[in-house]
């Protein structure tokens, strides 16, 4: 395979998605009785409760004749297609084939089924790639694995590619002027001087004078899964528990659209956990809303081929930094694949 081929290999794996990931899929609440059927990473996937109310993932394609397996039943430990209602299990077999006896096709494992967790009111579905089946361990930041800490999960389908939400949360400056009519970010300096300072799972990318007054540093981190995580200072009337997280991922749909999820995090215990999620429900979802929108709105306005006509400068080291490794790991997938496997890397 040539070098051109490979790099629009990995451009493309790169739009619609790293693989050997997980990602947050639906919000647990989605999924109830009915099998839903969902785009991610360009991928059809049914995602359903089993009758103990696990969460199962498989191809959304009937193993007979391509139907959506989304659009039949939820049989409990099985769904049946309803075409002519072929059975599958949450491994992607078919277990019955009700309107033949003895059918070849019982049995045989024929469709995709994905890794899922259930975490923090979201279900988390892994992507692996022919040479990546098994799982890593998802490991969420500690806004959202120790019990310090108290959280809400706000979703939403932005129309634009996932690149776009990416760049957008690893850029603090756009606080100080696209949110400066906010709650929140309403203080500090418009001008800012910005480094990058390494962790063990990634990077952050901070401005350098200013610290807890604005929307002031950003962490990319990979740990299973790419998050993202920030902090914005509360002034004293939202409460206590001092600075207001955000653990932030961008769960590809297909090249144009994006499902956020942004778990919105504070470090409080005992009563001042209930004035938080009391105060949170009744007030500051509707303020951080606000400000959601405003994101939205700014991204899904921009040119298709913003990326291709860029003038970036200092304060676009952060993204540019993050573009560089999901490049790196886009183009050692394809390579990989196509060492492995040449014919279908080029599928
Ligand atoms: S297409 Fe699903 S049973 Fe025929
Ligand atoms: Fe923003």
Redesign the pocket.
């Given at each position: 395979m040539t070098t051109d081929t490979l790099e629009a290999l990995a451009e493309d794996r790169l739009n619609k998605g790293l693989l050997n990931l997980w990602y947050p899929v639906l919000p647990s609440w989605a999924v109830q009785g009915a099998p839903v059927g969902i785009t991610r990473l360009s991928q059809n996937i049914v995602v359903w409760r089993d009758a103990d109310g696990q969460v199962h993932a498989i191809e959304d394609r009937?193993?007979?004749?391509?139907?959506r397996?989304s659009m039949?039943w939820n049989l409990g430990d099985r769904l049946?297609?309803?075409?002519?209602?072929?059975e599958v299990d949450g491994t992607g077999t078919v277990v019955d084939?009700p309107?033949v006896n003895d059918c070849p096709l019982v049995g045989q494992s024929c469709v995709k089924s994905y890794p899922a967790e259930e975490r923090n009111d979201a279900i988390f579905l892994y992507f692996g790639d022919a040479l990546h089946a098994e799982p890593p361990a998802l490991d969420l930041p500690e806004q959202l694995t120790s019990d310090e800490y108290s959280a809400f999960l706000c979703t939403a389908i932005w129309k634009c590619n996932y690149r776009y939400a990416v760049d957008n949360v690893m850029d603090p400056m756009h606080g100080a002027y696209l949110h400066a009519q906010s709650h929140s970010m309403a203080f500090g300096d418009k001008q800012a001087d910005m480094r990058v300072r390494k962790t063990d799972t990634g990077f952050i990318f901070e401005k350098t004078g200013q610290k807890d007054v604005n929307f002031d540093w950003v962490e990319y981190g990979e740990s299973g899964a790419i998050w993202l995580r920030l902090s914005i200072p509360y002034r004293k009337q939202h409460g206590p528990g001092g600075s207001f997280y955000i653990i932030g991922f961008a769960t590809p749909m297909d090249e144009n659209h994006t499902q956020v999820f942004f778990w919105r995090v504070r470090k409080v215990q005992g009563w001042q956990r209930d004035v938080w999620r009391f105060l949170y429900r009744n007030r500051l979802e509707g303020l951080h809303w606000a400000v959601l929108e405003q994101d939205r709105v700014v991204l899904e306005r921009m040119a298709p081929d913003a990326r291709g006509h860029e003038f970036l400068y200092q304060h676009d080291v952060g993204l540019s930094r993050l573009r560089r490794v999901m490049e790196k790991q886009a183009h050692s997938q394809v390579a990989a694949l196509n060492d492995a496997a040449p014919a279908e890397a080029a599928e």
């Open positions: 009937c193993p007979h004749r391509g139907a397996l039949g049946a297609c309803w075409y002519h209602g072929v084939v309107a």
